[in-house]
């Protein structure tokens, strides 16, 4: 199993990024998505999740309202829409898939992993 995370880079302060995973190696539409990230200096977050069929979605409170997780299971794809963003957001950002249908917050459930993109907010 493969992901490949795509769209980071430096945005301006109020900015606003999509974030790309493509997957392979697995039967994409029967998997919960999460998306994660790691700032300098701190441990790996949540940031949002997705179960299998896109229906439910899960944010951590520091980007509700302002990012978006989507999928695409026609192109195993899954999407980060990031908005407003803030200083705060700057992060190396990590796609991860999980065996399960039901999306979940937590890192240990999440069994592949992406190599992550960076996003730098800057003013």
């Known amino acids: 199993v493969q992901l490949q995370a795509s769209g980071g880079g430096l945005v301006q302060v109020g900015g606003s990024l999509r974030l790309s995973c493509a997957t392979s190696?697995?039967?994409?539409?029967?998997?919960?998505m999460g998306w994660f990230r790691q700032a300098p200096g701190k441990e790996r977050e949540f940031v949002a999740a997705?179960?299998?069929?896109?229906?439910?979605?899960y944010y951590t409170n520091s980007v509700k309202g302002r990012f978006t997780i989507s999928r695409d299971n026609a192109k195993n794809t899954v999407y980060l829409q990031m908005n407003s963003l803030k200083f705060e957001d700057t992060a190396v950002y990590y796609c991860?898939?999980?065996?399960?249908?039901?999306?979940?917050?937590?890192?240990?459930?999440?069994?592949?992993w992406g190599q992550g993109t960076q996003v730098t907010v800057s003013s």
């Open positions: 991860a898939t999980r065996e399960g249908r039901l999306l979940s917050r937590l890192q240990g459930e999440y069994d592949y």
């Open positions: 190696g697995r039967t994409f539409s029967n998997y919960a």
């Open positions: 997705i179960n299998w069929s896109g229906t439910s979605t």
